[in-house]
């Protein structure tokens, strides 16, 4: 699928998230859709599966931001077993945005 694409399905994913009330699914699905608005989209770039897979995203800040509110997350979530596959989730996203920021 194209950058857009990508783009187009993550929102749409955070939209139901948001009306659903789950707003953990739409915060990472918002943070997907800013890695792939802000990362680069030049040939050199786009040659992988994924385009976020070198440093350089657009506001760094709000890739800090979202990282340190998965790591929150993370440890919210350590605490209930019966979340694992969330604590997988918010360790893989922030592992992605601080290393694309």
Do not use: K
């Not at 707003?23 to 800013?34: F, G, H, P, R, T």
């Not at 990362?39 to 800090?64: E, F, I, K």
């Not at 919210?76 to 592992?95: C, D, E, F, K, N």
């Amino acid at each position: 699928l194209s950058p857009a694409s990508w783009l187009t399905l993550f929102l749409v994913l955070a939209t139901c998230a948001l009306v659903r009330r789950r707003y953990d699914i739409a915060v990472a699905s918002a943070a997907m859709a800013y890695m792939l608005a802000a990362a680069q989209h030049d040939a050199h770039h786009m040659s992988g599966p994924w385009v976020v897979h070198t440093p350089g995203l657009a506001l760094p800040a709000v890739a800090c931001v979202l990282a340190g509110y998965f790591v929150l997350y993370a440890l919210w979530t350590v605490r209930q077993p019966a979340r694992t596959p969330r604590l997988v989730m918010a360790l893989g996203m922030s592992y992605m945005l601080v290393m694309a920021a």
